[in-house]
């Protein structure tokens, strides 16, 4: 009995150790000797196996399940998001974000260098470029030298009455001006340049402060000046501007009805003559409108460091370098000053070659 009993355990145990519950039923129940008295054994071993697998397969599958539930709220999600597309509208648009992401993907790599691949400086080349285009300026300036004055017939110039040198309708005529204050000394004025409204002007405003910097060298202070860069031809050459032709300066300006100061330099490599210009006032009206302002030629003083000399001397109209404009009132307080456009023409009614006497003991050089 003992060893039919171990026989029908043994072989109980290959069966489940297969893993199969049919194979189980089949071997519990093909008429095998023993089957009554062992029933209760098989019995137990079903229910130890089952209970071991229930055990094992709820261990297993609390991850999954966990894992499937994210995969589930995930497609909820995804599912009320996108719209239900016609198989023709997927596939199409399957294929244009394909492309999409595949354009923004090269422009990516693109835009991304890797530290091997640093982008080559090759100062030789800079130089070699910058010396081309010198050459290249200075082959189109002998070129207009040999048509005429700046390029254009010499007959057309000689007609000219009237000439626009500076207007302002866009940030490269803002340029080709600077503005400077008595910050640069320790003073408190600002002054500032922008583009007027519909880019049609420039407007020149800022705060004028008299009060003096306090570093004990400085007595008087509070002034704001905008003036123009020195024309630079090749090689860095400096250019000239030639109104031997007219009379008379152009402006149309609308200010706040501070008075201004026109200060015109000559092209001059002297250094002793670097603080030398010829300067005129200009009182501005206030109010909307613009107003006209026409200053001869003749009327521009000498002055030197500032200050109006004794000895006076006229002004070489075709060597002009540069304009400029001056606040110093010693007004504190803000100020604006609008300029739609300067030139120069030719008024046949002024005929006055220069507005100051000179005697021999003041400029002794003028009657040799």
């Known amino acids: 009995m003992m060893q039919s009993r171990g026989m029908v355990n043994r072989r109980c145990e290959r069966l489940l150790a297969a893993g199969g519950i049919e194979l189980f039923a089949e071997a519990s129940f093909s008429g095998s000797p023993g089957r009554n008295l062992h029933f209760d054994f098989l019995t137990m071993a079903l229910i130890h196996k089952l209970l071991n697998g229930t055990y094992i397969l709820r261990k297993c599958l609390e991850p999954s399940v966990a894992s499937l539930s994210t995969r589930f709220a995930d497609y909820c999600s995804s599912s009320l998001q996108k719209p239900v597309a016609t198989p023709g509208k997927a596939s199409s648009q399957r294929n244009t974000e394909g492309g999409l992401q595949g354009h923004h993907q090269r422009e990516v790599a693109l835009d991304i260098t890797s530290p091997e691949e640093k982008p080559e400086v090759s ?16 082959k189109d300036d002998i070129v207009n030298h040999w048509i005429g004055p700046e390029g254009r017939p010499l007959q057309e110039v000689l007609l000219e009455q009237a000439r626009v040198v500076w207007q302002f309708r866009g940030k490269e005529d803002l340029d080709k001006w600077t503005v400077t204050s008595d910050k640069t000394i320790g003073g408190r004025s600002e002054v500032f340049l922008k583009m007027g409204k ?18 004990g060298e400085s007595g008087r202070s509070g002034y704001c000046a905008m ?20 009379n008379t300066l152009y402006l149309r300006v609308r200010g706040d009805g501070r008075p201004w100061m026109v200060n015109i330099r000559e092209d001059t490599d002297i250094i002793q003559k670097k603080n030398q210009m010829h300067s005129y006032f200009m009182f501005t009206r206030g109010g909307p409108y613009w107003q006209e302002v026409k200053i001869p030629f003749s009327k521009f003083f000498f002055s030197n460091q500032g200050r ?3 000895a006076q001397y006229q002004l070489l109209l075709d060597k002009i370098s540069s304009i400029g404009f001056t606040l110093a009132d010693k007004v504190d307080g803000p100020f604006f000053l609008e300029i739609d456009f300067i030139g120069v023409f030719t008024d046949p009614a002024h005929t006055e070659e220069f507005a100051y006497e000179n005697s021999p003991v003041l400029n002794p050089r003028l009657f040799k």
């Open 227 to 246: 003036i123009s860069r020195i024309p630079r031809g090749p090689f860095e050459r400096k250019r000239s501007y030639d109104w031997s032709q007219f």
């Open 308 to 310: 109006i000399r004794d």
């Open 123 to 138: 100062f030789d080349k800079a130089i070699k470029d910058e010396i081309k285009d010198h050459f290249r300026r200075l």
């Open 198 to 215: 519909n880019n049609q002007s420039a407007l020149l405003y800022g705060t004028l402060s008299s009060v003096a910097p306090q570093d």
